[in-house]
């Protein structure tokens, strides 16, 4: 393998289940990373600060905000993107649930959303109306759906 440029690290991804192996600035965010590199952009750049959401994905199963993790930082770690929850023509059921309850709204914060709510649901953080908004509240929906999101939690936690 041929050595790195100055100021470059190989970064070895496995996203979705596929190992990807980047040669990026140590600066790159994971987010940047996943879209401008991997054109994986169903994951968002919303406020770029943390503050959003809508760059939620998972790290070895946890969820992470891509916009505030180095992509070096998680080298060798499993990223799971939204487009990586399908099976196929298949949707997961909470993205399913999304669809029922109409969640989506104008969608630009959903792929965020959906992640957080697998996550929320797999944590066992979906017991209560309440519980579920306390544990989605790092999440920012700009059209006000959060009734019909707080809902296809419920469903995709009832369906589990």
Same mark, same amino acid.
Request: glycine share 14%; net charge positive; with cysteine.
């Given at each position: 393998m041929a050595a790195s440029a100055p100021g470059v690290v190989k970064v070895? +991804?496995?996203?979705?289940?596929?190992?990807?192996?980047?040669?990026?600035d140590p600066r790159v965010t994971l987010l940047d990373a996943l879209r401008e590199r991997l054109d994986l952009t169903g994951t968002k750049k919303g406020?770029?600060?943390?503050? =959003?959401?809508?760059c939620t994905v998972h790290v070895d199963g946890r969820r992470v +905000?891509?916009? +505030?993790?180095?992509?070096?930082?998680?080298?060798?770690?499993?990223?799971?993107?939204?487009?990586?929850?399908?099976?196929?023509?298949?949707?997961?059921?909470?993205?399913?649930?999304?669809?029922?309850?109409?969640? +989506?709204?104008?969608?630009f914060c959903t792929p965020g959303q959906v992640m957080s709510a697998v996550a929320l649901i797999e944590e066992g953080h979906a017991g209560s109306e309440a519980e579920?908004?306390?544990?989605?509240?790092?999440?920012?929906?700009? =059209?006000?759906?959060?009734?019909?999101i707080v809902q296809a939690v419920r469903t995709a936690k009832e369906a589990a």
């Open positions: 070895a +991804l496995e996203v979705n289940g596929k190992t990807r192996t980047l040669s990026l406020c770029d600060r943390g503050q =959003c959401g809508a +905000l891509s916009c +505030l993790t180095l992509a070096a930082g998680v080298s060798g770690k499993a990223v799971t993107t939204v487009e990586g929850l399908a099976n196929g023509d298949r949707l997961h059921p909470v993205q399913r649930a999304f669809v029922e309850c109409d969640g +989506l709204q104008c969608g579920i908004r306390e544990h989605m509240s790092g999440n920012i929906c700009r =059209c006000g759906a959060y009734q019909q």
